[in-house]
């Protein structure tokens, strides 16, 4: 069975700064970027010191062959908007971005590695562990 990771902004960020989510990445027959978590990268890079360090190593990540931004599509909408009420019926909000991120993650059918414990609520979303630790 095919392994799709999914990487929320967080768990870039930490493979980035620290390594974490190195063997989960090197185990993935394909890493997927949604393009809401390079939005939020975008801005990060631009907010800080090291725009084009930063902007360089993403280039090259993406150049990766396993490595895929994936687009909202019409069914990510869909996916959205039934999450959406969802946690509005659960009266467990999460952050907008965040709606969509688990939206692709269903889409594509992946992992979602992050440290936002926040996805729990939707138990439809299958959070990655990184191998030898607990998930978020």
């Known amino acids: 069975m095919e392994l799709i990771v999914v990487l929320d902004t967080n768990a870039y960020s930490d493979w980035r700064t620290s390594g974490h989510w190195h063997q989960k ?8 970027l949604p393009s809401i978590v390079v939005g939020e990268l975008l801005h990060g890079f631009r907010k800080g010191k090291v725009l084009e360090e930063n902007l360089k190593k993403l280039h090259a990540f993406l150049k990766e062959p396993q490595v895929h ?12 908007s039934e999450l959406l009420v969802q946690l509005q019926i ?6 907008t971005n965040d709606i969509w991120i688990a939206a692709m993650t269903l889409e594509c059918r992946g992992e979602l590695a992050t440290r ?3 996805f729990r609520v939707l138990p439809q979303i299958d959070l990655a562990a990184e191998p030898g630790k607990r998930q978020p």
Not at 25 to 32: F, G, H, L, S, Y
Not at 69 to 80: H, K, Q
């Open 25 to 32: 990445i090197a185990i993935a027959d394909r890493v997927i």
């Open 69 to 80: 931004v994936f687009p909202v599509t019409l069914r990510t909408a869909e996916i959205y």
């Open 90 to 95: 659960q009266g467990t909000p999460i952050p």
């Open 116 to 118: 936002d414990s926040h």
